[in-house]
Nanobody, 121 residues
Framework: VQLQASGGGLVQAGGSLRVSCVDSGRTFSFYAMGWFRQAPGKEREFVAG????????DYADSVKGRFTISRGSAKTTVYLRMNSLKPEDTAVYYC???????????????WGQGTQVTVSS
């Protein structure tokens, strides 16, 4: 698996957490990358995306102002900083990659493993 997500855990509502996705094969340095999440019984949904350069970001309305996506300087790691977490943010978070940022939002070509985020009320 080339995209490896980590950093999930249990946090109280209102708290913060940062999840990371590492491109272990250095394959996606020039790809747009992003995060999706899937809650139990629900479809997987787009959360945030970032261009290969890191200069353009895209967020789902439900997380705007609370979540921040960023890339490391080597472009091989993508972070999702989550603040003001709510119980409805509970889900498995997956990272994804696509040659295009629009593709990341709609139908990414590559998926990584997920990491569980649980927000208690």
């Amino acid at each position: 698996v080339q995209l490896q997500a980590s950093g999930g855990g249990l946090v109280q509502a209102g708290g913060s957490l940062r999840v990371s996705c590492v491109d272990s094969g250095r394959t996606f340095s020039f790809y747009a990358m992003g995060w999706f999440r899937q809650a139990p019984g629900k479809e997987r949904e787009f959360v945030a995306g970032i261009s290969w350069s890191g200069s353009v970001t895209d967020y789902a309305d439900s997380v705007k102002g609370r979540f921040t996506i960023s890339r490391g300087s080597a472009k091989t790691t993508v972070y999702l900083r989550m603040n003001s977490l709510k119980p409805e943010d509970t889900a498995v978070y997956y990272c994804a990659a696509d040659p295009d940022l629009n593709g990341v939002r709609s139908q990414p070509a590559y998926w990584g493993q997920g990491t569980q985020v649980t927000v208690s009320s």
